[in-house]
């Protein structure tokens, strides 16, 4: 598949298959991570792949979507601030920008290979940091709820045009 095809074909997913992953297919969605670049190289970022029953259904429990019950993986991507690069002059923190990057690979490298994605932000953070006896220092980005998607039709995507993004100077 062709880079545009990819990421013209790339939807969030909200409704899974009960299908496991298989393993290969895993390990090379986390090796495509891997390689995502980051600032100065330092990759404040981490992935938990959260799929054993208990951890899994607590998980769930910390987002407010119904839909997030069907997905059978749920990765968490975290970043941690203490090892981010911070940009001289306004001392910017990179881990947010760093973890988007990393979660970005994931969900191109999954749909690449027939596995749905999509972003949840708005989640239980406290509460998700304390199931998975997070440290101080790492803070959750994202939940990223993967499986065989239900219904294969892509759905139209909403975009701004390309004069409403893009300056020329």
């Known amino acids: 598949m062709d880079f545009k095809t990819l990421v013209n074909s790339r939807h969030s997913v909200r409704k899974f298959t009960p299908k496991e992953i298989e393993a290969d297919k895993l390990e090379l969605i986390f090796e495509s991570a891997q390689k995502a670049p980051s600032a100065v190289n330092f990759q404040p970022y981490k992935v938990y792949a959260i799929k054993s029953n ?78 998975l006896e997070l440290s101080a220092e790492e803070e959750p980005i994202c939940l990223l709820p993967m499986g065989y998607p239900a219904n294969t039709e892509i759905p139209p995507k909403k975009r701004k045009s390309i004069d409403e993004i893009v300056v020329w100077i």
């Open 54 to 131: 208990d951890k899994l259904e607590a998980i769930k429990s910390c987002y407010h979507r119904e839909w997030i019950k069907t997905a059978p993986i749920i990765l968490l991507i975290t970043g941690n601030h203490s090892m981010a690069w911070k940009r001289g002059g306004d001392n910017k923190d990179f881990t947010d920008v760093d973890a988007a990057i990393f979660a970005d690979h994931i969900t191109l490298q999954a749909a690449e290979l027939g596995i749905g994605t999509c972003w949840v932000c708005n989640f239980d953070v406290n509460a998700v940091s304390e199931l």
